[in-house]
């Protein structure tokens, strides 16, 4: 797909593969599964996951921004990938997506997070960090009248909050929520409203060719960008569809 597509267009790419997970993702709804099993393991995978980057990467645009969501499982080999396909010094950040709720492990810490490595095509990437402020936390002296340094200087808080760092808390899609579709690992839409808020802007294209439920599409409509989206699964083409509808009925 990425072929056909014009080079030098896209403001952001969110790509959120298969994670490597060894099983076939099942959902709730109707068909909704893809298969995560590589009998190759990671000798399988890594090829695979680098043939594509490769292939998306010229679609950025100069400036462009490249979020890749992995987890625990590959996230460190597939930094070392990003750092010899773009060079290390687009890297940008590695944004940690801490939630609650599933299993809890007795042997050892439970694993909570996911890792978004965000990644440039060059050296001043588009950083909307005011479309993207969150609340104070209600320890922070902000949340009360604010600061006030050593020599007297007070330092009011920002009636929208505090810059957001590099670890966000935002909660799985819950199973009762309005929001689910029962398409296996389906991310929150504030997740991809934040993402998108903060690397694009309005009338900017973001791509996503592993779109699944299509949350970041979603997210980029209401946002109003424009976006183009892919997934090898018919059934994740058929969600998105009916999401997208739903979307631009709201819009
Ligand atoms: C982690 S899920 C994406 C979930 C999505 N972000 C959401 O919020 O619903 C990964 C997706 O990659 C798709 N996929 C797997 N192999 C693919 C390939 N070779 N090309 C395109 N999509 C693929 C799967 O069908 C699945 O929908």
Not at 80 to 107: M, P
Not at 136 to 153: D, E, L, N, Q
Not at 207 to 216: A, I
Not at 217 to 225: D, G, P
């Amino acid at each position: 797909m990425a072929g056909k597509l014009p080079k030098s267009s896209f403001r952001l790419l969110y790509l959120d593969p298969p994670f490597l997970t060894g099983v076939k993702r099942v959902g709730t709804g109707s068909d909704y599964s893809y298969d995560d099993r590589w009998p190759g393991k990671l000798q399988e995978y890594l090829p695979w996951l680098e043939k594509n980057l490769r292939a998306m990467i010229p679609l950025l645009l100069p400036n462009g921004s490249l979020v890749l969501h992995l987890d625990w499982r590959v996230v460190h080999y597939a930094k070392v990938l990003l750092d010899g396909i773009l060079g290390a010094d687009a890297f940008q950040n590695e944004i940690i997506w801490h939630y609650t709720g599933g299993g809890r492990s007795k042997c050892r810490f439970s694993c909570k997070h996911d890792s978004l490595l965000w990644y440039s095509s060059g050296n001043c990437p588009m950083f909307n960090i005011e479309a993207v402020r969150v609340a104070y936390k209600p320890t922070s002296g902000y949340a009360r009248s604010g600061i006030v340094s050593a020599a007297g200087k007070h330092y009011r808080p920002h009636p929208k909050g505090t810059p957001v760092d590099d670890v966000w808390d935002i909660p799985i899609v819950n199973p009762m929520s309005r929001e689910r579709v029962g398409y296996p690992t389906q991310k929150p839409l504030a997740l991809l409203e934040r993402l998108i808020s903060a690397l694009s802007s309005p009338g900017d294209l973001i791509g996503d060719f592993f779109c699944g439920s299509g949350t970041t599409l979603v997210a980029a409509e209401r946002l109003r960008r424009l976006w183009v989206g892919g997934d090898v699964s018919p059934a994740a083409i058929r969600c998105t569809g009916n999401r997208l509808k739903e979307a631009t009925a709201e819009t």
